[in-house]
């Protein structure tokens, strides 16, 4: 068995579509299928929810209309045949006055959820009909009868994995389709994984079951060595490591969830990122082997709070770390990089939701300063940290910028350097031209 994942492009228009069933013709087997919402369309129910939510409902009830034409026009160009036709604009419909029912409704974190919940069950309903319209047989499985979330509104693998693997006991069907990124929370709710979280879907779908493999089909052809988006001439790597992978995904190369790739790990099984505009090209392949190379990719990750904690004793007392780490524990706020000094320990967050409580709670026993708005960029390489001359062509390319924080030899393949967000973009450039 394999999972085929499909992002918001590659299922962003009827033509879209069409390719995807021809690309999943073409894999041998029995598949799960996940689909992200079309392109646009959960940024569309992000602002709807937030009109709702600043007591705008006009102007969410107009965001509405207008999506809900488009859909009419995908569905009017997706079916040949009129009874399909006619059927999916009722479902369009009755999707479009449930979602104008959330709008009337008061709004909630809850309603929140169900807002942006709506895409992929849109582009699921929509896909599964169009593979019945072409004569291919395929079944529709919810995702919210197996994903399931924990009380920390993280994955539960193991509720996962008994719901689905009984739900698929009753299936005959070679083609299982079903919606990436929502989830059912601990509370029964409807939830998610959190933006890109499609990619996470197919990771703990492919990781429970222990696939043969998880594809990941997206706009490009691989994980590229840096940030198509901000530096020119980046090039797709053929095969990354799982930890390596990882790391890139953590900070920042958007092609993958930032998690997703720890189920896999843990699993050991493959993930394959491969291109829906070029489904010939190689892509790359994530798995246990990776191919040596000094310096593989850089990726950025933006809007980090960096904090830097001064001891109020002139120097460090044994167990001054263990009292700052528990306040972070407290408040579930992971740190992502951290130096110390005799005197002072800088670190960094990525989630500032309880920052000032941990600065209040710190700010007891010592001195606090926070700077917001700064960007980690992260240089992956195999045993980077101990090869001769890395370090120096590293410093020399960011000689103009101000470095806040640099971790070195923390993990064998990774070294992170802590810039303002102002010079996140130019630090990539120039790192590129030094190290590529
Ligand atoms: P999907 O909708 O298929 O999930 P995403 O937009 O989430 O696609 O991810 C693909 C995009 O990620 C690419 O179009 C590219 O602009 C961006 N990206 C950022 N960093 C990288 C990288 N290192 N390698 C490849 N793509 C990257
Ligand atoms: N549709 C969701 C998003 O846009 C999930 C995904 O595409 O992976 O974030
Ligand atoms: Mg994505």
């Known amino acids: 068995m394999k999972v085929l994942k499909f992002g918001g492009t590659s299922v962003g228009s009827p033509e879209r579509m069409m390719q995807v069933a021809d690309i999943i013709a073409g894999v041998q087997g029995k598949k799960i299928v996940v689909l992200s919402a079309v392109s646009g369309t959960t940024n569309t129910l992000v602002s709807m929810s937030d009109y709702c939510?600043?007591?705008?409902?006009?102007?969410?009830?107009?965001?509405?209309?207008?999506?809900?034409?488009?859909?009419?026009?995908?569905?009017?160009?997706?079916?040949?045949?009129?009874?399909?036709?006619?059927?999916?604009?009722?479902?369009i419909d009755q999707k479009f006055s449930d979602i104008n029912n959330l709008i009337e409704e008061r709004f909630t974190e809850q309603v929140a959820k169900m807002f942006?919940?709506?895409?992929?069950?849109?582009?699921?309903?929509?896909?599964?009909?169009?593979?019945?319209?072409?004569?291919?047989?395929?079944?529709?499985?919810?995702?919210?009868?197996?994903?399931?979330?924990?009380?920390?509104?993280?994955?539960?693998?193991?509720?996962?994995?008994?719901?689905?693997?009984?739900?698929?006991?009753?299936?005959?069907?070679?083609?299982?389709?079903?919606?990436?990124?929502?989830?059912?929370?601990?509370?029964?709710?409807?939830?998610?994984?959190?933006?890109?979280?499609?990619?996470?879907?197919?990771?703990?779908?492919?990781?429970?079951?222990?696939?043969?493999?998880?594809?990941?089909?997206?706009?490009?052809?691989?994980?590229?060595?840096?940030?198509?988006?901000?530096?020119?001439?980046?090039?797709?790597?053929?095969?990354?490591?799982?930890?390596?992978?990882?790391?890139?995904?953590?900070?920042?190369?958007?092609?993958?969830?930032?998690?997703?790739?720890?189920?896999?790990?843990?699993?050991?099984?493959?993930?394959?990122?491969?291109?829906?505009?070029?489904?010939?090209?190689?892509?790359?392949?994530?798995?246990?082997?990776?191919?040596?190379?000094?310096?593989?990719?850089?990726?950025?990750?933006?809007?980090?709070?960096?904090i830097k904690i001064k001891s109020n004793r002139m120097v460090m007392a044994y167990g001054f770390l263990k009292r700052v780490f528990e306040v972070f524990e407290k408040y579930r706020t992971p740190i992502d990089m951290i130096t110390t000094s005799e005197i002072a320990v800088s670190l960094t967050i990525d989630n500032s939701d309880h920052l000032k409580e941990i600065i209040e709670e710190i700010g007891k026993y010592a001195t606090v300063e926070v700077d917001r708005e700064q960007a980690i960029i992260c240089i992956v390489g195999d045993h980077i940290a101990s090869r001769k001359g890395v370090g120096t062509a590293i410093f020399e390319a960011m000689e103009e910028i101000p470095i806040r924080m640099i971790s070195y030899g923390g993990s064998r393949n990774n070294i992170s350097l802590l810039v303002p967000h102002d010079y996140m973009k130019d630090s990539l450039i120039k790192l590129h031209k030094a190290l590529f």
């Open 53 to 91: 939510e600043n007591e705008q409902k006009d102007e969410a009830k107009k965001v509405a209309e207008e999506l809900h034409s488009k859909y009419h026009e995908f569905v009017k160009n997706l079916y040949k045949d009129e009874a399909y036709v006619k059927s999916n604009i009722e479902f």
């Open 116 to 306: 942006v919940a709506q895409g992929e069950l849109i582009s699921t309903h929509l896909f599964t009909e169009y593979l019945s319209s072409i004569g291919k047989s395929a079944v529709l499985l919810p995702a919210l009868d197996f994903m399931a979330l924990d009380e920390y509104a993280e994955p539960d693998l193991k509720t996962t994995k008994v719901k689905l693997e009984n739900l698929l006991s009753s299936l005959d069907e070679n083609v299982i389709v079903t919606q990436g990124y929502i989830a059912r929370n601990a509370a029964g709710g409807t939830d998610n994984l959190r933006r890109g979280g499609s990619d996470y879907t197919a990771t703990i779908v492919g990781a429970v079951l222990k696939v043969e493999e998880v594809q990941i089909w997206t706009d490009i052809d691989g994980m590229h060595n840096n940030d198509p988006r901000l530096v020119d001439n980046t090039r797709p790597l053929a095969h990354l490591s799982f930890e390596e992978a990882s790391e890139l995904a953590y900070f920042g190369a958007k092609v993958l969830h930032p998690s997703c790739i720890v189920p896999a790990q843990m699993n050991e099984v493959p993930v394959r990122i491969k291109n829906t505009m070029d489904p010939e090209a190689h892509g790359t392949l994530i798995s246990n082997e990776t191919e040596p190379e000094k310096v593989k990719a850089l990726a950025a990750k933006d809007h980090i709070t960096a």
